[in-house]
């Protein structure tokens, strides 16, 4: 059993990582987008609410995301052969640390539990973010990051590559300082507890998975 929380910023490969870990040790995997995406389906008023603050780019609040954890939670608890859990994107903030402690205590697990942040400096976060491509035609992302960068065409379809439109220099900078303000907090507060792996994200996605690998 294995319950890793992965931490990093914008651009530090942290999906890419979360979805290989998972195949690698069969894990479940928690991501707040997925679940509220889900609650947002029913059309009661958390669901309408959800697609509201959702529409307006803003936080769902923290007691709303730890019922659905908590369901998620129970429901894996049930389930036989459990491997282990991966969180992707929590905590959010300080408080939420704490509260996923408790949750991790209430069902035992609290031995269990491994943070990994994935470690980039501003400036890749940065160049990856405004530098990063996608495959007009099939949509593929092309990250900035090792041989990926050299790409004219679409290693998968041989089509056209356009920068993303969705990430300009202003909201790059806010998610940055978000990290700073809310995430760096957590990641100090995993190390004082010695549970925290610090990967150099600096590297080719391969030599990330490497060492995260051997860290663990
Ligand atoms: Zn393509």
């Known amino acids: 059993m294995k319950i890793i929380i992965l931490l990093g910023k914008s651009g530090s ?15 479940e995997y928690i991501g707040s987008g997925d679940l509220l995406r889900e609650r947002a389906k029913k059309k009661d008023f958390t669901g309408k609410k959800i697609t509201e603050i959702f529409n307006k780019g803003g936080l769902i609040p923290t007691p709303i ?14 389930k036989k052969n459990l491997k282990g859990i991966i969180m992707d994107g929590n905590p959010r903030k300080i408080l939420e640390a704490y509260l ?7 069902y ?7 943070a990994i ?4 400096s501003d400036k890749e976060a940065t160049d990856r973010l405004l530098k990063r491509r996608v495959c007009r035609d099939c949509k ?6 090792g041989e990926f960068k050299k790409l004219k065409k679409c290693f998968k379809c041989q089509g056209p590559l356009v920068y993303r439109s969705d990430d300009t220099k202003k909201s790059v900078e806010k998610r940055l300082a978000w990290f700073k303000k809310d995430v760096e907090p957590i990641v ?7 549970v925290l792996i610090k990967i150099n994200g600096d590297q080719s996605i391969e030599r990330v998975t490497k060492d995260i690998l051997k860290n663990l």
């Open 108 to 114: 035992g697990w609290d031995k269990k539990v491994q």
């Open 140 to 145: 593929e992302i092309i990250p900035f990051v």
């Open 13 to 27: 490969g942290k999906g890419t990582q979360a979805a290989f870990l998972k195949e690698k040790f069969n894990l």
């Open 65 to 78: 995301i730890l019922k659905l954890w908590l369901d998620k939670i129970e429901k894996l608890r049930n």
């Open 117 to 120: 942040l994935i470690h980039i």
């Open 188 to 194: 100090r507060h995993y190390k004082k507890k010695g």
């Open 100 to 106: 996923i402690d408790e949750v991790f205590e209430y």
